[in-house]
């Protein structure tokens, strides 16, 4: 096989196909990008959206105590500020006046804003006069289930360590825990009564009391089940005076997103821990829904892209035929695209082409082979009168020396000689009649020579109905007679079998041979002969069969020589003239 041949018939890649790689690999990587940047995005926006609803809940948190505490001081405000209240704490009197003051001025002072107010307090008035009655109310360790009210003496809280810490500092109007205030949950708001009198003194203490929860309002705003912290912190102590959530202790200290808030109680701050998986609570859901629709995006983009490679593969692919037609010297088929594009113009261009290519072949192949079929004729005219000379001269010395047998034996085999040469003008002959004609050559020779050469034939009997072109063998067993007898006898060999798809024809002798420089010549295709042209069969050869097929010479001087003859079984010229 040649080289042509193995290019011609090696699988190839598509170009569009190959094209479809990098396609793939930039719609791969775009959508990467743009799900990459969507997703940082949506995620930064929704951590911001979160971080937004945390920071608004945690200031409603802190305008809601802040609203809650300006009513308790409000509240005391009002006791404070009222001197009927004063005057009834200052009063003292016989127990049943007393009862009766309280009765009138104090409790009703009392219970009023506690009835104003929306959530459950405990007000606590602490006298410094001893007269005064008590009203104990609820136990105070409980927790606070109702509005209540007490009025107790000062001395109840003088020794503990709460209110010794408020004398010894001088405050007032302070907020608080004292008693069990951390272990409910409480807050107590805690300021002085002083008399307005010409002499001020302090003629008692009043404690308000609220649930911290309460004061933080409703937690529907704030999360606090998904993880989220909201603290109630001391600054001054750093102590957490309520906590509402809870916190994974495992968690390090960066898992959370710390927010306070400062608000208008001295020294304290609200505080909210935001887990981050919180904020990015969605952006698993995000990335599931953002690489499913990359996905998508990348088949739709890589099913369009197939599609246009398919398409435009076809039209590649049958100009690739087209050209493997041209170059196994089919000339005759031609393609045609719908449109107006590339594909179009390459159709047309190689249309074009074929068409000059035919015409082209026309004009010089064909009459190529024409005009050598011309020099033959007229070769075969110029030696056919000599041969028929020289074998007449030869009939009629028999003649005259009275030899009828041998006269008759030379007229019938030069009549079956022409009628083989001619073969009713046929080119191709089978190799059976070639070599029938061979040997009527040799009869007419063997008259003539009286028997003074030996033929051998050596043929493989299927190649014998093979078509070949006539005249293939005679030339060379001529050219034997002519230039390679010498001596008294000449043995002649010719041989004939089948090498796969071709066959092989021998023609040998043991006659001189050629020296080496003759046999270099003779292969240069330089060497002239006189006799019926070598070089002639050759180019026959090569014109019907191409160049793969031809003739090889070897020679040794004073050996002989040996002709060995190539040509195919069959090729698409002999199935047309033998009408397959």
């Not at 289930?145 to 107790?152: I, K, Q, T, W």
Request: glycine share 6%.
């Amino acid at each position: 096989m040649t080289m042509e041949r193995f290019l011609s018939s090696k699988k190839y890649i598509p170009f569009t196909y190959k094209m479809m790689i990098p396609y793939l690999i930039l719609v791969l990587l775009t959508d990467i990008l743009v799900g990459y940047i969507a997703y940082t995005m949506l995620v930064e926006s929704r951590t911001e959206m979160a971080e937004t609803n945390v920071r608004t809940a945690l200031k409603q948190t802190r305008n809601n105590i802040e609203y809650q505490t300006d009513e308790i001081k409000r509240m005391s405000n009002s006791l404070f500020l009222n001197t009927n209240f004063q005057n009834a704490l200052q009063f003292r009197g016989e127990p049943l006046e007393n009862m009766l003051k309280m009765r009138d001025d104090i409790v009703p002072y009392m219970k009023a804003p506690l009835q104003l107010y929306g959530n459950k307090l405990r007000l606590a008035l602490y006298t410094v006069n001893e007269s005064m009655l008590e009203i104990t109310g609820d136990e105070m360790s409980a927790p606070i289930g109702r509005s209540d009210y007490y009025v107790l003496p000062s001395r109840t809280i003088e020794n503990t360590e709460w209110f010794k810490s408020i004398v010894t500092n001088n405050k007032d109007s302070v907020w608080l825990q004292a008693d069990s205030d951390r272990e409910l949950g409480n807050i107590s708001y805690f300021r002085k009564l002083v008399a307005s009198n010409a002499a001020p003194a302090v003629i008692g203490y009043i404690r308000v009391t609220a649930r911290i929860d309460e004061l933080f309002g409703s937690f529907d705003t704030f999360p606090v089940d998904q993880g989220l912290d909201l603290r109630l912190i001391d600054r001054t102590s750093g102590l957490t005076l309520y906590e509402q959530g809870a916190v994974d202790k495992q968690a390090k200290q960066d898992a959370y997103l710390i927010i306070s808030e400062d608000i208008s109680l001295s020294g304290y701050v609200i505080e909210a821990r935001v887990p981050h998986t919180y904020l990015n609570k969605d952006a698993s859901r995000m990335q599931k829904v953002i690489t499913t629709v990359c996905a998508i995006s990348f088949l739709v983009m890589a099913v369009i892209g197939f599609l246009v490679a398919r398409i435009s593969g076809k039209k590649i692919k049958r100009i690739v035929y087209l050209a493997r037609s041209f170059q196994e010297g089919n000339f005759y088929k031609r393609i045609g695209f719908p449109g107006n594009d590339e594909f179009v113009y390459i159709a047309n261009s190689f249309n074009q082409m074929a068409a000059s290519i035919q015409e082209l072949i026309h004009n010089v192949y064909v009459q190529g082979i024409q005009k050598k079929q011309a020099e033959l004729d007229v070769l075969q005219a110029q030696i056919s009168p000599h041969f028929l000379y020289n074998t007449l001269s030869t009939i009629g010395s028999l003649a005259n020396l009275g030899e009828v047998e041998k006269v008759t034996q030379m007229v019938q085999g030069l009549s079956k000689f022409y009628r083989l040469t001619l073969n009713e003008g046929q080119v191709y002959i089978s190799l059976e009649k070639e070599l029938e004609q061979v040997r009527m050559y040799l009869e007419i020779q063997r008259v003539k020579y009286a028997d003074a050469f030996e033929v051998y034939y050596d043929i493989d009997p299927e190649i014998l109905q093979v078509p070949i072109i006539k005249l293939i063998l005679q030339p060379f067993v001529e050219n034997i007679f002519k230039h390679a007898w010498f001596g008294e006898t000449i043995a002649i060999r010719i041989t004939g079998k089948r090498l796969g798809d071709r066959i092989e024809l021998k023609v040998i002798d043991n006659g001189i041979g050629m020296r080496p420089d003759t046999l270099r010549k003779m292969r240069s295709s330089t060497f002239q002969t006189g006799s019926y042209g070598l070089k002639n069969v050759e180019e026959r050869i090569k014109l019907r069969y191409g160049n793969d097929f031809g003739m090889q010479i070897g020679s040794y001087f004073g050996a002989g020589t040996t002709v060995q003859i190539i040509l195919p079984v069959e090729n698409a010229e002999i199935r047309e003239v033998m009408g397959e």
